[in-house]
């Protein structure tokens, strides 16, 4: 039986089995070590500061309806991301640009997915302006930590170390935050490794425009030394284009724009998929119709 002893931060209390000791009016509380003391896991540390429903595949995009592309649509554009997953170029980022509803939300999240199912999709954030932890850019360097260590366990231990060193780093400055939590644990991996991170919804990151742009400039700077690729898509608001045009992310990125890829035969198989829906669904009310319909 020993005293608790609160040196490290890394050490929480697992059970609230104690035992009070009374000694005149002295009173302290003891607690057994081996069963309830134990190490906090990295992901325990992590947990409060991530914003869970920001990955691709969560609960909560599936409640707003987020999904892939409709199989046959926006075939190019899906043709153009996947080589460059592939790494046709050298260029770590890809931005994909288009106006809000044009589609790039879904395009990134059928990305995503594909390198998921590929066992290459390292990190991704959906942001959403009217979430408060997926607008929140104190919550995206721990997420990025948590799924980074879950994809890829080699890394865990690093990142432990790190936080077991410091357990205010998911409170400091982006700039820490990063270096701490993702570049110096990943640069301790020697074997070569290729993975892909999509981050969708730039301009839906809340904070003012400086803090967007510093988060971009943050993971497009170290790139070169760095195993990641970024798919980054938004909407081309000022603030972006500039960040994206200025000389050293320029030289680094393949862009895309959602405009030079024609959406037509996209709505035409769309409202075919649809309609022919309503047809057979609707088949007696319709029985007068002309056939085919829709022609
Ligand atoms: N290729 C597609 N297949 C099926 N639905 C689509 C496709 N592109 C867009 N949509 C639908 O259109 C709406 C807007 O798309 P979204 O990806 O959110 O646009 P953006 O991110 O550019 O604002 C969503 O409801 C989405 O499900
Ligand atoms: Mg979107």
């Known amino acids: 039986m020993l005293p608790i002893v609160s040196s490290t931060t890394l050490w929480v209390i697992r059970s609230s089995t104690t035992q009070t000791l009374v000694s005149g009016t002295c009173s302290c509380t003891c607690l057994f070590l081996s069963d309830h ?27 707003e309806n987020a999904s892939t592309c409709l199989e046959g649509t926006r075939e190019d554009v899906i043709r153009k991301i996947s080589a460059w997953v592939q790494g046709n170029t050298d260029l770590p980022i890809c931005w994909l640009q288009g106006p809000a509803g044009s589609g ?17 999709l390292a990190f991704s954030f959906f942001f959403s302006r009217s979430k408060l932890d997926r607008s929140d850019t104190a919550k995206f360097f721990p997420t990025f930590a948590h799924q980074l260590a879950q994809f890829f ?12 060193g410091d357990a205010s780093i998911p409170f400091q400055r982006l700039d820490d935050q990063i270096k701490k939590l993702i570049i110096d644990p990943i640069l301790t991996i020697k074997e070569p490794i290729s993975m892909i991170v999509v981050i969708d919804g730039l301009d839906e990151c809340g904070g003012d425009e400086g803090l967007v742009q510093k988060l971009i400039w943050l993971l497009v700077h170290p790139t070169p ?21 200025s000389p ?18 996209d ?13 057979d669904r609707e088949n007696q009310l319709m029985r007068d119709v002309p056939r085919p319909w829709p022609s």
């Not at 366990?153 to 077991?164: D, E, F, G, K, W």
């Open 37 to 63: 003391l134990k190490p906090a896991s990295l992901f325990d540390i992590l947990e409060k500061h991530v914003a869970f429903n920001a990955a691709y595949n969560s609960g909560e995009r599936e409640a």
């Open 104 to 120: 790039k939300s879904t395009v990134a999240h059928t990305i995503a997915k594909q390198c998921d199912d590929n066992q290459k």
């Open 153 to 164: 366990p080699a890394i865990q231990l690093s990142m432990q170390h790190a936080l077991a």
């Open 225 to 245: 030394r760095l195993p990641f690729r970024f798919l980054f898509t938004s909407r081309p608001e000022p603030h972006l284009e500039q960040t994206f045009a």
């Open 248 to 265: 050293s992310t320029k030289s680094k990125t393949c862009f895309l724009a959602l405009r030079d890829f024609s959406a037509h035969d």
């Open 267 to 279: 709505v035409h198989h769309y409202l075919q998929l649809h309609l022919s829906e309503v047809r």
